[in-house]
């Protein structure tokens, strides 16, 4: 800046005011990308300007020569009246206007194109360079004293500046409307991958909540364990406070289950639970509520909250229940994007449910069916009612205390109930004789394991529970029958069942003798360990408590009770 | 804190979109490399603060990137977060001596990487 001196204020002052507006407005091109083009160009003795569509300046290379800075620069911001053509030629750009020529500034070659967005003009791009004509004539000189500068000074400027016809300005301003055009491209498609890649960044977030949902879908898992597991991981992944879900109530005997903090009261939640069911059972489609408070189903909820997501969880245009989320904690509005993703997962979901219902059903046919065989059984012998669910029960609570699997301890559950099955085959005289039995009458008794086995045999889907059955009446000593087996050559199952079956023996009164004391009882298994019992099996049962056997007991005595009405009317029909 | 730098090696494009849009979203400075010879001369000289890296890359194995940098001492403090395809795993044998504290299955979730990315950060700058 060594000629500021020769440089009036006034100009700069004037010049500060308009621009100061127009510095409000965005370029239609990133500056960076202007930048990038102006140096390009302003080796080459080129001046790279933008226009906005009202003809004020949106961007200037500033980094050219002072010639540009303080004689064309002015000269395209305050065109005066009397320099009207570059204006009326601005305002004549159209969208399909080509690269241009304008001689309309003195001494200088301007070439012009509008830029175009949207078929639309969004700015002028405007390349100045030193006109091959330059000359410090009379219209260069008037515009020097407007502007307030010296020309001479101006014709020290110019000196080293390529000069430009209009041929070749114009081949130089058709390069940056190509050049312009390739960024404009490349911007948009930079946009485009973002977009898409953030597209692509939701649909992985999606499959890998989908794939680890799915991965929760064990069938004999409770249905509100697999939906406490799903809530949670939606809810991190589409940002919710809380969520929930209601089934109907021949599809789950429970109240709705919720997750997260929807900060409801819980009559509120019966309320919101209720209205969503019955709306989806209209709808049967998803629910999106951005503003509660102006909706006129959930006017009250808006106290709670301020939005409501909810999709219906249908199998066969039947609604079993729905998904319901309250609030983005992110801020956001719930859209499209969430109720498809809410809907894949209530669509996994209502799968899932439908078979969960199925195999809860069949598997509850299969237990009737059992514990109407059990029933039978013990309806055969008075003084044993009740026997064969107590033997289970006590099966199932040693397989627990012996470590064994959820699985295994489900299948000792059932070897107990079914154990004493073949006693069908033994003649009631012999089973209710209250006197000693002869030696004959011990050998039919002794055949109710290999019976037992036998009734079972052929469902191929408690094959495994048959050596239960079997072996319950092995000793470990090997003093037992039917097989005579000892020590873990005895099948773990039928070294369990021998002892509950022992231990209900000995606490239930029979014909002959009055049960005996829990006391008493536990003193001669623990005498009979090693002999009898498996002596590892002995020590889990006894460090069973006696309360433990007490509650056990009481809380099935109602069963107890109703299996014995239950006996009592079968033996009078 | 200063700009940390992530180097993401990935021979499937898309894959590298996602992860740099979710890390520069974040704030982090992504270098995105598409198979292993270019990431390690990527990493020597640009030295980033972690490695996300693909298991099956052309040149070179996730696994022997890995190895290359944690045998360089300009390099060995490096830690390395693997992406392996799904089901497959890696014996303990093959992620010894190569920095690699966390492995994510294909395909994740870009908000579960971006938590592993600031644990497995905030580990190494404690």
């Known amino acids: 800046m060594l000629k500021t001196t020769t440089n009036p204020t006034t100009t700069t002052e004037k010049a500060a005011a308009p621009a100061k507006d127009a510095a409000a407005r965005p370029a239609a091109l990133p500056a960076t990308v202007l930048d990038n083009l102006g140096a390009r160009f302003r080796p080459g003795g080129l001046f790279l300007v933008m226009l906005r569509p009202d003809g004020s300046v949106a961007y200037h290379d500033a980094a050219s020569g002072l010639f540009f800075q303080r004689y064309v620069l002015p000269m395209i911001q305050y065109a005066e009246p009397s320099d009207q053509d570059l204006r009326k030629r601005i305002a004549a750009l159209t969208a399909t206007s080509p690269v241009e020529v304008w001689n309309v500034l003195p001494g200088i070659t301007l070439a012009a194109f509008p830029h175009v967005e949207k078929r639309q003009v969004a700015g002028v791009l405007l390349l100045a360079g030193k006109s091959s004509g330059f000359r410090l004539g009379e219209d260069v000189v008037r515009v020097c004293s407007r502007l307030g500068i010296d020309c001479i000074w101006l014709g020290q400027q110019s000196e080293s500046l390529s000069t430009y016809d209009d041929e070749t300005l114009l081949r130089q301003a058709r390069l940056l409307h190509g050049m312009i055009r390739d960024q404009v491209r490349v911007a948009g498609l930079e946009q485009e991958l973002d977009s898409l890649s953030g597209q692509l960044s939701n649909t992985y977030e999606e499959l890998s909540l989908i794939y680890q949902i799915s991965g929760g879908m064990k069938i004999n898992r409770r249905a509100s364990d697999f939906f406490k597991g799903a809530c949670v991981d939606v809810m991190g992944v589409m940002n919710v406070r809380g969520m929930g879900v209601s089934l109907l109530s021949s599809v789950h005997q429970q109240e709705p289950v919720l997750y997260g903090s929807l900060g409801l009261p819980p009559g509120k939640v019966h309320r919101l639970a209720g209205e969503l069911m019955r709306l989806m059972g209209e709808r049967k489609g998803p629910l999106l509520i951005n503003d509660l408070h102006r909706d006129k189903h959930f006017t009250w909820l808006a106290e709670y909250a301020h939005q409501l997501i909810a999709v219906p969880l249908m199998r066969q245009e039947q609604v079993l229940g729905c998904l319901f989320g309250i609030d983005k904690t992110t801020g956001g509005v719930f859209d499209s994007v969430d109720s498809k993703l809410l809907t894949s997962i209530a669509n996994e979901s209502a799968i899932y449910l439908e078979n969960s219902m199925l195999f809860d059903d069949v598997h509850g046919l299969m237990m009737g069916l059992l514990h109407s065989l059990t029933s039978a059984v013990d309806a055969k012998d008075a003084y044993t009612c009740g026997h064969s669910e107590r033997v289970a029960l006590l099966s199932r609570h040693l397989a627990q205390h012996a470590k064994l699997t959820g699985h295994e301890v489900e299948r000792v559950y059932m070897a107990g109930l079914l154990h004493d099955v073949g006693k069908i085959g033994v003649p009631e005289a012999v089973l209710q004789k209250t006197g000693r039995l002869t030696n004959e009458e011990f050998e039919q008794i002794k055949k109710h394991p290999e019976i037992g086995a036998r009734i079972l045999q052929d469902i191929k889907q408690i094959k495994d529970i048959i050596p239960g059955v079997l072996h319950h009446h092995e000793r470990y000593d090997g003093k037992g029958y039917p097989g005579g087996l000892a020590g873990e050559d005895i099948p773990l199952m039928g070294r369990i069942i021998c002892l509950a079956d022992c231990f209900d023996a000995m606490t239930s009164s029979r014909t002959y003798r009055k049960a005996l004391p829990l006391e008493v009882a536990l003193t001669e298994i623990r005498r009979c360990s090693g002999t009898q019992f498996d002596p590892r099996l002995t020590e889990a049962f006894l460090q069973i408590s006696g309360d433990q056997f007490r509650e056990l007991i009481r809380n099935h005595q109602e069963q107890t009770k109703r299996l014995a009405e239950k006996a009592q009317t079968l033996r009078v029909a | ?126």
């Open chain 2, 1 to 126: 804190m200063s700009e940390r730098t992530i180097l993401v090696a990935d021979d499937e494009s898309h894959i590298l979109h996602v992860v740099s849009l979710k890390l520069k979203n974040a704030g982090y400075r992504v270098l995105t490399a598409r198979d292993g010879q270019e990431a390690l001369e990527m990493a020597q000289q640009e030295k980033p603060d972690l490695l996300i890296t693909d298991y099956h890359m052309p040149q070179l194995s996730g696994i022997e990137l890995c190895r290359k940098l944690k045998q360089d001492p300009a390099t060995s403090n490096i830690p390395a977060i693997m992406l392996t395809a799904r089901g497959y795993s890696l014996e303990p044998a093959d992620t010894e001596q190569s920095g690699i504290l966390r492995m994510l299955s294909k395909p994740f979730s870009p908000r579960h990487l971006l938590s592993t990315v600031e644990e497995v950060l905030s580990g190494a700058a404690a």
